[in-house]
């Protein structure tokens, strides 16, 4: 072998060893496929601040557009979890793909106006649809039947004694669709999130009467995999729920200590958070730190899921035919991964 020759092997030798070693502290690489909003921020602070990384994780956040594409991606196995909405057409689809809802994601809660709210047109408002116990005969928009924004205002009007039946619920397809309806007037009212349903009332757009998680708790959507990825590999999941359940407890201490008192307490764990959002949202947006504040979302403890929550939204679906009545909902779900749901305030009716 001529020194030239023993060079290049030795380079050669040295870079593949260097790739192996490279490769191995990356990780083993999953997929996660979610919509890209703020409220996802712990799945990319444990992806950013190495809490994946340190399960030995290489963890890649897939971004897609709706909670429907991510369910069928991970029955079809091109993504390994899928954290989203968990809607009619997901209960479906579980039920027939073998999916398991296996973590909680963002909620709605008493006291925290960081979810969804409420709101009416101009000209509804100035008619009288002050609070959502006003619903009765107006038209609700929705993006599709079975969304969480058919379940939240059905289960609100049922909760403040208002007959679901008299709501004319009004599919649009796209939430900005919705939207524009009631800005324009051609709707009643939806729902929005907490930074938009801000933004629109200070623009003198819309009115906020009132938050959801005020009249009810809603888990309003969930980590699942597949039945299959837990048979086969149980302890990857483990290790995925506990860097996601660490990025949790970063998010906690970033933005929702305070916030149920209206007076949210930040430190140096908010701008941190906040830059690691920023590299994914609104990155052109000057008010991005407002806005992110205003996008939080309450999430359980360590993912813990309202299963309570969960069953009654399956047994709304079945009530109102959006669902098979022989889907087991119970089944479909895995509580082994997480704790159980804390002590939750009993929900108070101010309608």
């Known amino acids: 072998m001529t020194s030239r020759s023993g060079t290049a092997w030795f380079v050669s030798a040295a870079t593949a060893v260097l790739i192996a070693a490279t490769a191995a502290d990356a ?49 079809s196995g091109d993504i390994q979890f899928g954290a989203t909405s968990l809607t009619a057409g997901f209960w479906s689809l ?21 979810g ?8 509804a408002y100035a008619a009288g649809v002050t609070t959502p116990a006003k619903l009765g005969g107006k038209v ?20 403040l004694g208002v007959d679901p039946a008299t709501i004319q619920i009004r599919p649009m397809q796209q939430w900005s669709a919705a939207l524009a309806a009631v800005k324009t007037g051609k709707v009643d009212a939806t729902q929005a999130a907490a930074a938009t349903a801000r933004g629109m009332e200070a623009a003198g757009e819309v009115k906020i009467i009132g938050w959801q998680g005020d009249y009810i708790p809603f888990q309003i959507a969930a980590i699942f995999t597949s039945a299959a990825l837990i048979k086969k590999d149980r302890g990857l999941v483990e290790r995925f729920i506990k ?27 908010t701008d941190e958070a906040i830059a690691i ?35 009654s939204q399956v047994a709304f ?3 109102n035919d959006l669902v ?11 509580g082994s991964f997480v704790p159980p749901l804390p002590q939750q305030p009993s929900q108070r009716n101010p309608g």
């Open 317 to 319: 679906f079945k009530a």
């Open 116 to 123: 969804n709210a409420f709101v009416v047109s101009n000209d």
């Open 277 to 311: 959002i920023h590299k994914r949202l609104l990155k052109d947006d000057p008010d991005f730190a407002n806005k992110i504040k205003a996008s939080v979302t309450y999430y359980h403890p360590k993912g813990a899921m309202d299963v309570d929550n969960i069953l």
């Open 324 to 334: 098979a009545k022989s889907i087991d909902p119970g089944k479909l779900i895995d």
């Open 94 to 114: 579980a039920d027939k793909g073998g999916l398991k809802v296996i973590a909680g994601m963002l909620a709605d809660r008493k006291d925290y106006h960081a």
């Open 140 to 159: 609700f928009a929705v993006t599709t039947i079975g969304s969480s924004l058919h379940y939240g205002a059905l289960r609100v009007a049922e909760t």
């Open 243 to 269: 860097g996601y359940a660490k990025g949790i407890d970063f998010y906690t201490e970033a933005f929702l200590k305070g916030i149920e008192s209206g007076a949210p307490q930040y430190g140096p764990e």
């Open 27 to 75: 990780g083993e690489k999953i997929v996660i496929g979610t919509v890209n909003l703020p409220a996802t921020g712990p799945l990319y602070i444990a992806q950013d601040k190495g809490y994946f990384a340190a399960q030995n994780l290489d963890v890649e956040v897939r971004f897609f557009e709706s909670a429907q594409a991510i369910a069928t991606a991970v029955v």
